[in-house]
């Protein structure tokens, strides 16, 4: 069974930098990318960062030049650095996989960031 496990979230104040990991377990073939997707309450998933198999990268209009995303291929891990955190960054933050020829989603169980003073 493939599992995601997010950590690195938590309390921090404006201006201040996390680091999140999501780490997979069990086998995941024909991987195509991982992501990082935010939650904020009452409102739907959207898409943080994705990095494909590539290395190609795509970010949210509204975390560019700050979020970076990366993997770790022999850690299985992959992560966003989050820097100059602003309180509308304030989410549930999902790990997610893509993979096999229909793109299948995995989602991990989510991780807490909070941006406030």
């Known amino acids: 069974q493939v599992q995601l496990v997010e950590s690195g979230g938590g309390l921090v104040q404006p201006g201040g930098s996390l680091r999140l990991s999501c780490t997979t377990s069990?086998?995941?073939?024909?991987?195509?990318?991982m992501a990082w997707y935010a939650q904020a309450p009452g409102k739907q998933r959207e898409l943080v960062a994705r990095?494909?198999?590539?290395?190609?990268?795509n970010y949210a209009d509204s975390v560019k030049g700050r979020f970076t995303i990366s993997r770790d291929s022999a850690k299985n891990t992959v992560y966003l650095q989050m820097n100059s955190l602003k309180p509308e960054d304030t989410a549930v933050y999902y790990c997610?996989?893509?993979?096999?020829?229909?793109?299948?989603?995995?989602w991990g169980q989510g991780t807490q960031v909070t941006v406030s003073s």
């Open positions: 997610n996989v893509q993979a096999g020829v229909a793109w299948t989603n995995y």
């Open positions: 069990g086998s995941i073939f024909r991987l195509k990318a």
């Open positions: 990095i494909t198999t590539g290395g190609d990268t």
